[in-house]
Structures are given as C-alpha cells and as structure tokens.
C-alpha cells in the first residue's frame, strides 16, 4: 500500500479565516513533507519532517504553521492566507529521509482559494 | 546555482515512442528520479536511477549517465492516457529533491 491521503480536496477560505490540512500515510514512513504547486509549476517544498520533527523549513512565511502530531499524522495550520497563497498543496513521504534509494510517495493534494 | 533543464512541451502520436530528456547541474547526486501528473492531480513516482544506464519498467524506460549530467524517460506505444506531465528530479547532496519544471506531454490520436 503506497497511499498518502490528503483531507479536504477542496478548500476556499477568507483572509481572516483559519484553517487546517491534513495528510495520513500508514506505510510506516518516518519522513513527511508539505510542498505548495501553482499550476504550471514544479513542487516548492515547504516544510519536512523526520521521525516527528521539523528537520527543514524552507523560509516559509509564519501564516503557514506545520504539526506532526505522531508518525502517521502531518498538519498544516492555516491562518491569515493572502490570495497568493492559492495553490495545491501536496503532502508526501518516504522511508525516513535520509536514504539516497527512497522514493517519496504524494498524495491527492489540497486545492487551495484564498478569497 | 542548481539548475534542472527540460523541454516545456512535446508532442507524440498515439503506438509512437516519445523521449523526453533531462540535463542537470546539482550540488551532489544522489539519484535523479522521474514522476508523472496529470493536470490538477498529485505527481505519482515512475522511475529512479543512481548508477549509470537503462532502467526498463514496462512501457517506460529511464536512463541516466552521470558524467554527462543527462537523462531520458522513453515512452513506447504511446496511449491518450499518457498525456501528462513529466516532471524530473534529482536528489542533491543534502538529499533534498531538486525539481526541474516539467515537460508536458500531448498525445494525438
């Protein structure tokens, strides 16, 4: 079972509004990552986790708040989002991030509207 | 800098084979690494490569030479279903994925 599971598909939410995104991988991984997709365009990588915590955030503004609350579990906080924000937001994981052969495996991803 | 380079877009006709390249200037290596995406979806894993050569999986091939910095995914017998887009990666030293911006992928019929 190589499945990452990302709630909800579709959010669209105000600029005052706060909100969160959750991701769930029962592949027994140690690594998860948030990465945030415009169209058209690669994956950024936002925020990395290994064995629960935050090993890289990659200078992402503090609107955007990561939680790893166990093994299986990877948050993202929402709260203040500017309309440029809209994006897809992937969860992904892997083995445990250190090992140069793994894979990491996506979820469906999080279409994202700030209004 | 790190730079990932590969064509914006390609066209193939349906039962044809396609190769999209990739060329690559990275901080270390440590394994370079294919996905595709259909539009609006997440990217699903292909193929991975860290020593030289051709890596065979069914309809789709990856090779990979590490002196010259280059790689190809091969699509053979081309389905409507192959119509996406590829996007290549490579694993620096820091073992983080660097992204190049993707080539996507027409099929006519």
């Known amino acids: 079972d190589t499945e990452v599971t990302q709630t909800p598909k579709h959010l669209v939410m105000g600029m005052t509004n706060k909100k969160s995104l959750k991701c769930e991988q029962h592949?027994?991984?140690?690594?998860m990552y948030w990465y945030k997709q415009k169209a058209k365009k690669p994956p950024e990588l936002m925020f990395v986790?290994?064995?629960?915590?935050?090993?890289i955030n990659e200078s992402v503004p503090s609107r955007f708040s990561p939680e790893c609350p166990n093994s299986s579990l990877l948050n993202l906080h929402l709260h203040a989002l500017q309309p440029e924000d809209s994006a897809l937001y992937l969860c992904?994981?892997?083995?445990?991030?250190?090992?140069?052969?793994?894979?990491?495996?996506f979820g469906p991803g999080t279409r994202l509207l700030v209004l | 800098g790190q730079n990932i380079d590969q064509p914006t877009e390609m066209t193939a006709t349906e039962g044809a084979i396609v190769q999209i390249n990739c060329t690559y200037q990275?901080?270390?290596?440590?394994?370079l690494f294919w996905y595709q995406q259909h539009a609006g979806e997440a990217p699903t894993f292909l193929s991975y490569?860290?020593l030289d050569g051709l890596e065979e999986k069914g309809r789709f091939s990856s090779f990979l030479s590490r002196s010259k910095g280059y790689s190809y995914l091969l699509l053979k017998e081309l389905q409507m279903k192959d119509s996406a887009s590829y996007l290549c990666a490579v694993r620096d030293s820091n073992y983080q994925l660097i992204w190049g911006a993707g080539t996507k992928l027409i099929i006519k019929p």
């Open positions: 986790y290994s064995y629960e915590k935050l090993s």
């Open positions: 592949m027994g991984h140690r690594a």
């Open positions: 990275t901080s270390g290596f440590n394994g």
């Open positions: 992904a994981s892997s083995q445990d991030g250190l090992g140069t052969q793994e894979t990491q495996y």
């Open positions: 490569n860290v």
